[in-house]
Every structure is written in structure tokens, then in C-alpha cells.
């Protein structure tokens, strides 16, 4: 599979929030389209991204692994955002990646394969980079009901937790404060 220079300049962390955020708006566009569906929308959703717009996506289950990837993704940024939940890895164990140590030492994706399972490859390979990265901590998914956006936290102190506090975040202060002023028979106290 061929690489768009475009793409070329995509880090790691820019690789990992781009497949993530497939799939589903923000909080208040609930109804955007899977861009992951089948190999069309995602052949479509590559070449937005600069990529070579005739990219093999292979069969529906390369494409499936390329969503277990971003499921995996978005996992990782939940619970770097203090999220307990569960992460399973090993749909992605069939990933060929291959190591090399030249100019320096990295993961790349390995051997023949379609877009999808390159794509897929990438990101594992991204994920297992992260934790060395400047990114290990910035990587976040936000934890809104029906969100999880991913996002990179460019706070200075690295404390951002929601994708938009106008929305997601303002929705939780809103439901944090109104549990807050309710008894345990489920009325309301008077302030």
C-alpha cells in the first residue's frame, strides 16, 4: 500500500486519534455514519486523510480488525482518562509486525496485507510505542455518555478530561449537581 506524503507527516498519537474518531460525532452529532462500515467507507474515510484514494481495504474481516483496533484505541484513552474498562488486545494478536532497527529502532507493519490490516498494524504498533512517547499521558478518550471521543490533552498540567466542556463536560457537572441534591428517596432538597 502505497503512502501519501500527507500521511507521512502523521505521528503517532495523530494516527491513533484519526482512527478513533471514526464512527461517531461529537456529543451533539450522535448520528454520524461508521466510517469503518465496510471497505468502501473506509477506502473513503483514508483518502480524507490524504490517502491513496485506490488503497485495497480487503475483506470485511480485515476491515473488522481495523475496528478492533479502534475500539482498542478508544479503550486506551478511557482509561488513561481514569476509566476502568476493559481492553482486549488479542484481536489484534494476528497483526504482522516486524521490527527494525534501521535508521532507529521501530514497529512497522510486516509482509503482505490489505489497507485495513496495515492500518490496524499501525495503530498496534502506535499503541505499543505510547507509553515511551511524549503523548503516554495526552491520549485521552473523553468519558461522556455515548462519547468517547479521543483526544489529545494539550493542557499544561495535562488535566483535561472532556472533548468539549460546553458539552460533555457541562452534561456531567449538570448530573453531578443534580445528584448531589437529591435524598436517598429520590427527592429533591430544597437550597
Do not use: Y
Not at 479503550?75 to 534501521?102: C, K, S
Not at 504498533?125 to 462519547?147: F, H, S
Not at 460533555?168 to 437550597?191: E, Y
Request: aromatic share 4%; charged share 20%.
Amino acid at each position: 500500500m502505497a503512502q501519501s506524503p500527507a500521511l507521512l507527516n502523521l505521528d503517532d498519537t495523530g494516527l491513533l486519534i484519526a482512527l478513533a474518531n471514526t464512527g461517531h460525532g461529537t456529543a451533539e452529532d450522535s448520528t454520524a455514519p461508521d466510517e469503518l462500515q465496510s471497505a468502501q467507507t473506509a477506502q473513503d474515510w483514508w483518502s480524507t486523510l490524504g490517502g491513496e484514494p485506490a488503497a485495497d481495504f480487503g475483506t470485511d474481516a480485515d476491515v473488522a480488525l481495523l475496528r478492533a483496533a479502534r475500539a482498542l484505541v478508544r479503550g486506551v484513552g478511557l482509561r488513561t482518562n481514569g476509566v476502568d474498562v476493559a481492553l482486549d488486545a488479542g484481536v489484534l494478536a494476528g497483526l504482522p509486525l516486524a521490527f527494525t532497527v534501521d535508521p532507529a529502532p521501530t514497529l512497522s507493519p510486516a509482509g503482505e496485507r490489505s489497507a485495513a490490516r496495515t492500518l490496524a498494524a499501525r495503530a498496534a504498533a502506535a499503541l505499543i510505542r505510547l507509553p515511551a512517547g511524549a503523548d503516554a499521558k495526552r491520549l485521552k478518550a473523553c468519558p461522556g455518555p455515548g462519547c468517547a471521543w479521543v483526544f489529545r490533552d494539550a493542557t499544561r498540567n495535562g488535566a483535561r478530561r472532556w472533548c468539549d466542556m460546553a458539552a460533555c463536560g457541562n452534561r456531567a457537572k449538570a448530573a453531578a449537581f443534580r445528584a448531589r441534591g437529591r435524598q436517598p428517596d429520590g427527592q429533591t432538597v430544597a437550597r
